[in-house]
């Protein structure tokens, strides 16, 4: 009878979590892995996405990827922006980070006022330092007859250290309370022995904080870096991959290739292209940067 009822009760607790689990993974289903494999068979045809017609090419459009400048250029500017992205976020994030951790005053209020741009959408993120460098920093350059450029999405020599500048304002308070949060999770024990041992702030943030943080790095360095690859709307909403095509990213192209363009077989195999370096990129990374978490 005990049996039974172990048996009951867990056919029970099975039902419960497939209750739970089951309308996240339609939607996940629905929403990922379904359109993931049609843009793999589209990415095999010739199809211009509005009539019935699909003619098959085979591997035709994965070819001449490699052959397009227009693709290979926008690779470039995606790995700039993902690499700047990653190092200053991370960098900013962390430093951030341990200066709230000290124990300076406002801070609360200063945690608040750097999480909030990251509940602003890209879009207005984008819009807004548009107007910031086109018209509200001019206005303060003539205003005190300084001779800075801030015009910055205005040439392709500096249009990347603009899109650099508004992504890391909207996005490092975000990484920062990751950072924060696994500060405040580090022993106390662990720095009153490095300072018995003679260890100063430098060898202990080195020898102490980084090794504990090392989940937290995991963390934002794959976080930031997917997402940095991804990056689309603050460049529709700031520079339309301009001027000319010096700020156009992969998904940016891949847009203009498919809806605009009207080759939306091509489009899926950019596509497809995308998602493999994504995953690639975060194995990687995961990989490595869990062997350091082990070390630590």
């Known amino acids: 009878m005990k049996q039974k009822g172990g048996s009951g009760i867990e056919k029970r607790m099975v039902r419960q979590y497939l209750v739970l689990v089951l309308p996240g993974m339609i939607i996940f289903t629905v929403g990922l892995i379904i359109p993931l494999f049609l843009s793999f068979r ?33 690779w470039w500017f995606t790995i700039k922006f993902t690499i700047g992205n990653t190092i200053i976020q991370n960098v900013l994030a962390l430093l951030f980070a341990v200066a709230l951790d000290s124990g300076i005053r406002f801070q609360k209020l200063y945690r608040t006022a750097f999480f909030v741009p990251c509940l602003i959408s890209a879009i207005v993120v984008g819009f807004v330092w548009l107007k910031m460098f086109s018209n509200v920093l001019p206005a303060i350059n003539d205003l005190l007859g300084t001779g800075f450029n801030f015009l910055l999405f205005g040439k392709a020599e500096t249009v990347l250290g603009g899109l650099l500048i508004a992504n890391n304002w909207q996005w490092v308070g975000y990484w920062m309370l990751i950072y924060l949060a696994g500060l405040q999770s580090v022993p106390a024990e662990l720095y009153e022995a490095a300072k018995v041992d003679g260890a100063n702030a430098i060898h202990r943030f080195f020898n102490v904080t980084i090794p504990m943080l090392a989940p937290a790095i995991t963390i934002c360095v794959v976080g930031i870096t997917t997402g940095s690859l991804k990056v689309y709307d603050l460049l529709v909403a700031s520079t339309k991959g ?6 156009t990213s992969v998904i940016y192209k891949t847009y203009t290739t498919a809806i605009n363009g009207r080759q939306y077989g091509y489009g899926s195999a950019m596509t497809v292209t995308l998602v493999i370096a994504l995953l690639l990129v975060a194995l990687i990374q995961v990989k490595g940067l869990r062997k350091k978490e082990v070390q630590a």
Do not use: C, H
């Open 42 to 74: 589209y990415s095999l045809t010739d199809w211009d996405g509005m009539t019935a017609k699909k003619t098959f090419v085979g591997l035709q459009n994965y070819i001449k990827l490699f052959k397009d400048k227009e693709f290979l250029e926008s």
């Open 242 to 247: 301009g001027p000319g095509r010096a700020s």
